[in-house]
């Protein structure tokens, strides 16, 4: 059944976890992510971007997830928009039957520019004042994501800010979060404490001065009733870039975000985990290597087949890690 992210996260809170949100483009995805849902009994968070409206189509994305939704009767789903760049983008979402809308108002329309604090409470109101009328949640977002060693977004083509950002828009500051909910009425919040997208996000294995855990407990402390969004939060399995490299990738040395550290965000109050890159590196070291050990093979099946099993297990980690109430 589809239910908003509001109910979904009430609920979270209410049971001390956290609900990884995947991102999604294709069948193969939205399966291994249903298959791990069933299998770990848990409800899930479908997430489609910019990106992936473009590359399946806005019908494909709808029809399939109706089918995942129709195919997996008992397991709740939140279909929900990523990085919407404007109010009109969260419209479509909201009538392609989205229960969930995050408008990214950190960023100028094009994405790439940081805006100013007036303009994202301005269209992010707007947004908020719309879906919640018809019963749909709004993640908005504050600060912007970015590396604390760098000051760079780490996404060249996709969503993040272009150029260098100063340490100030790299960290959410908890007073300012306070008056943004105040005014917009975000259901969740996605804060910047030095995670960015994609695989490149840390040159060594994070600690607290580039990976700022602490500063969630206090943003969580000023807006107690507004569930915070970690964006970036792959970890980056080492296991699947040296499989990556074994056979013929290209993948410099990079760290994600621990697991040990998103529970640590969860238990000072992270309610959503952003997931995409971890499912990118599992299926495509699972094509690569059906390919490199059996040359000969060219039913495309097989290699979907492979990438999604890979997509499924590392769902299911990622569901259980999160999980405290589970894991008791
Ligand atoms: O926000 C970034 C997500 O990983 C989506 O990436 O824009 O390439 O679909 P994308
Ligand atoms: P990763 O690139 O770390 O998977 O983050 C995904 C994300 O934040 C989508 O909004
Ligand atoms: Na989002
Ligand atoms: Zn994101």
Redesign the pocket.
Known sequence: ALISLRQLLDHAAEHDYGVPAF?VNNLEQIQAIMEAAEDTKSPVIL?A?AGARKYAGESYLRHMVLAAIESHPDIPVVLHQ??GGSPAVCQMSIRSGFSSVMMDGSLEEDMKTPSSYDYNVRVTRTVCEMSHAIGVSVEGELGCLGSLETGEAGEEDG?GAAGKLSHDMLLTDPDQARDFVEQTGVDALAIAIG?S??AY?FTRKPSGDILAIDRIAQIHARIPDTHLVM????SVPQEWLEIIRQYGGDIKETY?VPVEEIQRGIRNGVRKV?????IRLAMTGAMRELFAKQPSEFDPRKAFAVARQAARDICKVRLLSADFARLG
């Open positions: 991102n997430q971007s990523d990085h969503v995670t997208h994609g996000k964006h970036g939060s792959s994600g952003n997931i995409d890159t971890d």
